[in-house]
């Protein structure tokens, strides 16, 4: 693999709140240096990055990749390369597989799977409970072991709060998170959207803010019992965002996500009966998605992850009711985040990368979320500037699940760089 230098390119990394138009030296899957008097040796390639971003590589802390088990709708390596082409260098698999993630041999088949891809690097995330079934603890060390990076129910809530107190107490003797999908169950059964005028026009029975905010609570009581790392998933209320506010004033060891869905639609999205805006947490109300949206500005939520949720296509063709919640979303994130979070001035441009990137790689302890001297070479490389239409069936996905179709985006990934090999790189889209 020969060195590689981008030069004339605004390197940002939050990590070093580095800022500069310069230039970067990869090396032996290293970053060998960042500056104006970096020198590409023999053999290099050198790339003009001028008008360029170069940025540490996204990570994506919550992602369903479907395999085992689901592979109509996604494989690892198609997930892989779709996290590529958005500029994610790094995604961790939730275990709602089939079957599901909840052993040491699973665990290796997805480690396995993912380096075999040789794209986007893919963590395994480990069940909390035997089956999902919420009972029995899963052998969390054995998973570990075998190269999961955290444990989750994703999907099926922990309702158990003497299970979610073991899982935290366990959890916290190997330095993992537990990342939760907080809902309560009984006050959400059979609903299919958020409750409020537009689920009452739509005839559609609704899930209340109070069934997120109930278990947030509960899961923020039990973090400091245990002093347990509890991660709580794709967040969607205002009520929430208070809850967590709160528990960081307490010094609690409480972080949180946001998914872009949640930050840019609304209700209202599902007028029409629109299945691709049906997702589990529902898109909530105006007043929430902008609670989301100052949230992730001041780092009440400390990343975005895009809760990718590749479907079929005749399973998203059915009745609201009867369809699957859940959007694709890894090719999209970066584009999204650009237009509503830094173009519309919410937040700088190295804050959505520290978002997107370092913050997700420095809670959940995964390499990658820097570009310091030595560090491994995980970046993207995009321009902010450009833009391009979204075209589902141009997805590197297998699924096409988007509520973005035909929308014209800012931010086009030139190159994305994993141990300094290119992934994707050189024509954008």
């Known amino acids: 693999m020969k060195p590689v230098l981008f030069k004339n390119g605004r390197v940002i990394d939050p990590s070093q709140n580095l800022d500069e138009i310069t230039s970067i030296l990869l090396q032996d899957g290293k970053v060998a240096g960042i500056g104006q008097d970096v020198h590409a040796p023999d053999g290099a390639e050198v790339i003009d990055a001028h008008g360029l ?3 540490p590589g996204l990570v994506d802390v919550h992602v369903h990749l479907r395999e085992p088990g689901q592979e109509d709708r996604e494989t690892i390596e198609t997930g892989a390369r779709s996290a590529a082409a958005g500029g994610f260098t790094s995604i961790c698999a939730m275990p709602n ?3 599901v993630i909840d052993n040491q041999g ?3 088949f997805v480690k396995a799977k993912g380096e075999a891809a040789g794209l986007a690097r893919v963590y395994p995330i480990g069940c909390v409970s035997v089956g999902q079934r919420g009972e029995q603890l899963a052998e969390f060390g054995e998973m570990i072991a075998a190269g ?3 444990v989750s129910d994703d999907g099926h809530p922990i309702m158990s709060s003497h299970l979610m107190r073991t899982a935290l107490e366990y959890a916290r003797t190997f330095g993992i998170p537990v990342a939760d999908h907080c809902e309560d169950m009984p006050l959400a059964a059979g609903g299919a959207m958020h409750e409020g005028i537009v689920s009452t026009r739509l005839g559609l029975k609704g899930i209340p803010a109070a069934a997120e905010e109930i278990h947030v609570a509960r899961d923020i009581i039990l973090a400091e019992l245990t002093g347990g790392h509890v991660h709580l998933c794709h967040m969607s209320t205002r009520g929430s965002v208070e809850l967590i506010r709160r528990a960081k004033h307490m ?11 949640h930050y840019t639609l609304t209700h209202e999205r599902c007028e029409g009966y629109d299945t691709n805006a049906k997702m589990n947490p529902p898109l909530r109300e105006a007043e929430d998605r902008d609670a989301i949206r100052e949230a992730l500005a001041d780092g009440t ?6 809760d990718h949720a590749p479907h079929h296509y005749d399973a998203k063709e059915r009745e609201f009711d009867d369809a699957p919640n859940g959007i694709i979303g890894l090719e999209t994130a970066l584009s999204l985040g650009l237009r509503e979070l830094v173009l519309s001035k919410l937040m700088s441009l190295p804050t ?3 978002r997107m990137s370092c913050a997700p790689a420095k809670l959940w302890h995964l390499p990658g979320g820097t ?3 030595g560090s491994t070479a995980d970046l993207v490389v995009f321009d902010p500037t450009a833009t391009w239409t979204v075209e589902p069936a141009r997805f590197y996905s297998k699924s096409r699940n988007t509520p973005w179709s035909g929308e014209v985006l800012p931010g086009v990934v030139r190159y994305t760089l994993v141990g300094g090999r290119t992934v994707i790189g050189g024509h954008g889209r």
């Open 352 to 354: 959505l990368i520290e």
């Open 371 to 373: 570009l310091r001297r």
């Open 301 to 306: 939520l400390d990343c975005i992850a895009t």
């Open 106 to 108: 699973a665990v290796g």
């Open 53 to 55: 971003v170069i940025a």
């Open 251 to 261: 010094g609690l060891n409480v972080t949180a996500e946001a998914a872009p869905h």
């Open 97 to 99: 597989t089939d079957p």
């Open 148 to 150: 999961a990076v955290a």
